[in-house]
């Protein structure tokens, strides 16, 4: 099993910048993709960014582009995501995911989330 822990998330205004971490623990996570997805309030989560095993790839929702940023350190077992210039939109709580795809199946991990509110 792995352990995801969030944190980082808070009260910030509008134009601000957060810095969230994800620690994992009881796996290796250089063996996981990780990825941030967030929930708004009466929505549906979603996907904000991802990145792979190796960390030479990045994804993010088109919503966030330009703006965030998500990063892995290997030896720290932590993954982070920096937000930029947030808007009251970004308003969500932030889960952070691991992924592991093997030959017997997939295995996906998530933290308990933290929350980011953004005030305009």
């Known amino acids: 099993q792995m352990r995801l822990v969030e944190s980082g998330g808070g009260l910030v205004l509008a134009g601000g910048s957060l810095r969230l971490s994800c620690a994992a623990s009881g796996r290796n996570l250089r063996n996981y993709a990780m990825g941030w997805f967030r929930q708004a309030p009466g929505k549906e989560r979603e996907f904000v960014a991802g990145i792979s095993v190796n960390g030479g790839n990045t994804d993010y929702a088109d919503s966030v582009k330009g703006r965030f940023t998500i990063s892995r350190d290997d030896a720290k077992n932590t993954v982070y995501l920096q937000m930029n210039s947030l808007k009251p939109e970004d308003t969500a709580v932030y889960y952070c995911?691991?992924?592991?795809?093997?030959?017997?199946?997939?295995?996906?991990?998530w933290g308990k989330g933290t929350l980011v509110t953004v005030s305009s």
């Open positions: 995911n691991g992924r592991r795809v093997t030959p017997a199946g997939q295995y996906d991990y």
